[in-house]
């Protein structure tokens, strides 16, 4: 018997022009930091200590995306420093991959909600 899953919420950061755009000097981390500041924001009555992981897709995890770009993102946009977060290189359908395998975790009962992007 597999859970339901659902997505509640989307959201995403502006589009500007590379190389030369507006965010050029804003580092991947820091934008996607600001995401997850903002679904905490427009989510305040959720306990994001209950937070089950954060799945997030890099296709080019090197240089200023290296490391673990969720895991860094995560803690500076709050999160409990107990919420787990990895990083999925798929390149193309990296964003795609982190929502299948957040909803697979969610499905089979292993974690009751998750952040998932890319």
């Known amino acids: 018997m597999y859970n339901n899953v659902y997505i509640i919420d989307s959201l995403r950061t502006p589009v500007g022009k590379a190389p030369r755009g507006v965010f050029k000097d804003v580092l991947p981390d820091d934008l996607l930091a600001h995401?997850?500041?903002a679904m905490c924001q427009r989510h305040n009555q959720v306990d994001w200590q209950q937070l089950g992981d954060v799945v997030i897709g890099c296709a080019m995890p090197e240089a200023e995306q290296g490391m673990n770009v969720a895991r860094i993102a995560a803690l500076l946009g709050g999160l409990p420093d107990t919420v787990p977060a990895m990083t999925i290189n798929r390149?193309?359908?990296?964003?795609?991959?982190?929502?299948?395998?957040?909803a697979a975790s969610i499905?089979?009962?292993e974690i009751d909600m998750a952040f998932a992007g890319g």
């Open 35 to 37: 995401c997850i500041r």
């Open 107 to 109: 499905a089979n009962g």
């Open 91 to 102: 390149f193309c359908s990296s964003g795609v991959e982190t929502i299948a395998t957040a």
